[in-house]
C-alpha cells in the first residue's frame, strides 16, 4: 500500500491511500488548508489502527439477504 498527499484543484491538501493494485481505499475524507493539517491527518489514522484486529468478517453485499 501507498499513500499520496497532494493539492486538489481548490488549493486544499488531501490524502488517500492505494492498494498495491492502484484502487483508492481510504482517504482522508476532507480537504485541509495546509500540507501539515494533511500529513498529521494521517499520521493519526496511522497510530490509531496499529492495534486494530479484524473482530468479525461480514458478508460481502451480495451476500446478504
Known sequence: MKVEIYEDAAGEWRWRMKAANGRIIATGGEGFSSKY??????????????DTVLIKELPRDDEAA
Open 37 to 50: 493539517a494533511c500529513t498529521d491527518s494521517f499520521s493519526k489514522v496511522r497510530e490509531a489502527c496499529q
